[in-house]
């Protein structure tokens, strides 16, 4: 009689703890990827280029300095289930020598869509969010491709708006071609 007592009790409780955790489930799963590229100088964009007051203004350099460039990227993305879109958070670094700018991405305005070529995930897409320069806090979107295993790895980088820009190109591109267009 005592053990039935004590079921009575187990029971409720392991259903109001188990319940939340497994019964309601979004169907979505968390992907993390912490992307680690140098600036690719050869990839640059020549219709783009950073006007050299513009770079001094927002990243206290000069431009010969953006080459020597890198960016950390640490995403978190939920991935909803039967779905190959995925809403992107995080945050990153943009260092320029020894001056790193400290960025954060926007979950409302950035997403990845992942694309599976000959049994390889990639995912491509736009982030976008707030990045602190030498002056004030500034916008920041982030073109970004890099595969599941972060092999390969690929992103442009404009800080500020049209006109008042500064644009970087990271990693190796020759990928990309190769991936449906979106």
């Known amino acids: 009689m005592g053990n039935k007592k004590l079921l009575a009790l187990i029971i409720p409780i392991a259903l109001i703890i188990f319940i939340p955790l ?3 489930s979004d169907n979505t799963s968390q992907l993390n990827f912490n992307i680690n590229i140098k600036n690719n100088v050869s990839y640059t964009n020549e219709v783009n280029q950073t006007n050299p007051l513009v770079a001094e203004e927002k990243l206290n350099v000069n431009l ?3 080459d ?3 960016i950390h990227i640490n995403l978190k993305a939920n991935q909803i289930e039967n779905s190959s879109q995925l809403k992107v958070t995080g945050n990153g670094i943009i260092l320029v020598e020894n001056k790193s700018y400290p960025f954060s991405i ?3 305005n950035s997403q990845l869509i992942g694309h599976i070529v000959n049994g390889k995930t990639y995912y491509k897409g736009i982030l976008q969010g707030n990045i602190k320069t030498k002056k ?3 916008v920041i979107t982030i073109g970004t491709v890099f595969s ?4 390969e790895q690929s992103a442009n980088v404009i800080v500020g708006y049209m006109g008042q820009d500064v644009w970087l190109s990271f990693g190796n ?3 990309i071609s ?5």
């Open 136 to 138: 004030s806090d500034d």
């Open 106 to 108: 926007d979950q409302e």
């Open 22 to 24: 497994f019964g309601f």
């Open 64 to 66: 010969q300095q953006l």
């Open 68 to 70: 020597k460039t890198k």
């Open 173 to 175: 591109n020759s990928f």
């Open 148 to 151: 599941s295993d972060l092999k």
């Open 178 to 182: 190769a991936l449906p267009n979106d």
